[in-house]
């Protein structure tokens, strides 16, 4: 049970931020205490409001405070000594670069952007469960972009077969396009645990790249 929470723990996502603050990408819990241990990052937290620097090691401390007075406010990562709380947010001490500006073109990204859906019955399916149609397809010079994919069901991926939808009688639920900030931060701000991460993603940098 306990090797259950701290693999739960450590799937949590952070938001990284340049030296300027700025949001630059998203990275696991391990990643983001490697960079903390190695002094390269320091912690951002949101506390009544504001926002609250520390470096790894008074991070730790604040994290016993918080572990005897707020256990449930976070996700802690538990060693033999002591209790860690997981940081929303890290901020890179040295590192100056802007975000990245496009949204990647791949599967995860499709699927968050069709919100798991397939785009000719409107059913929600796990992703396991849906595949990527050329509306055009292949066979008719289609190509593979942001305008021409979309998730689609096995049942109406086999309905339609190598055809348009116009010849297959199919009517797309939407007209796909190339997001403009990346979809996958919508799912994320969806989630209460990473209500602090509004702040830094203003529309200026809504393409924050996931590694």
């Not at 040295?94 to 990245?100: E, K, M, V």
């Not at 968050?112 to 055009?136: I, M, W």
């Not at 900030?181 to 830094?200: A, D, M, T």
């Not at 809504?206 to 590694?211: A, T």
Request: net charge positive; hydrophobic share 35%; charged share 25%.
């Amino acid at each position: 049970m306990i090797a259950g929470r701290l693999q739960s723990a450590l799937d949590c996502n952070v938001l990284v931020l340049n030296r300027h603050y700025m949001a630059i990408r998203i990275v696991g819990a391990r990643r983001a205490f490697s960079l903390l241990c190695r002094e390269l990052a320091e912690v951002v937290s949101l506390e009544e409001g504001s926002y609250s620097n520390y470096d790894f090691e008074s991070w730790c401390e604040l994290s016993q405070l918080r572990r005897e007075f707020e256990p449930d406010g976070h996700d802690w990562v538990s060693t033999v000594n002591f209790h860690i709380a997981v940081p929303r947010i890290i901020r890179l001490l040295f590192y100056d670069r802007l975000p990245r500006t496009e949204v990647k073109f791949n599967r995860r990204n499709i699927f968050a952007r069709d919100k798991n859906s397939c785009q000719y019955c409107g059913k929600r399916f796990p992703t396991s469960e849906l595949s990527l149609d050329h509306v055009v397809p292949r066979s008719m010079g289609g190509a593979a972009t942001w305008t021409n994919i979309v998730c689609a069901c096995a049942k109406c991926n086999v309905r339609k077969g190598g055809r348009t939808p116009k010849q297959a009688g199919m009517k797309l639920i939407q007209k796909p396009v190339r997001p403009k900030h990346n979809p996958l931060v919508h799912i994320h701000l969806g989630h209460e645990r990473y209500h602090s991460w509004k702040q830094f993603l203003d529309h200026a940098y809504w393409s924050v790249e996931l590694k």
